[in-house]
């Protein structure tokens, strides 16, 4: 939780121009007297989109779900090729990815 909150903090700093339409979104919702809740998802997609969008973003997890092969492979990454015997553990590391400018 607090990764993903730091992320999205870090992200309303970079893209501050969809913070407007995000409260509007909850304000027309929710209101002023009350916290959203789960019941409000529905009713809330932009908001649901950006809490999606933080968490592939950034994810809070660095590795993903370890896959092992099941065959012998060869892969192609940045015009070199790579040997990956069978049996081998993968672990795709999401932190890897490059930043992508978000289209909220």
């Known amino acids: 939780t607090a990764v993903s909150l730091h992320t999205f903090v870090l992200t309303c700093i970079l893209y501050p121009h969809w913070i407007p339409r995000a409260q509007k979104e909850i304000d027309a919702v ?7 809740t789960f019941k409000d998802r529905p009713r809330i997609p ?3 989109a950006i809490i999606r969008e933080t968490l592939q973003w950034r ?4 590795f993903g ?4 092969s099941t065959a012998d492979d060869i892969v192609e990454y940045h015009g070199k090729e790579y040997f ?3 049996g081998t553990i993968i672990l ?3 932190w890897s990815a490059v930043f992508r400018s978000s289209k909220l």
């Open 92 to 94: 795709a590391v999401t």
């Open 65 to 68: 779900v370890p896959h092992q």
């Open 84 to 86: 990956i015997p069978e």
């Open 30 to 36: 929710v209101g002023q007297n009350r916290l959203p």
């Open 46 to 48: 932009y908001i649901k």
């Open 59 to 62: 994810p809070a997890a660095h």
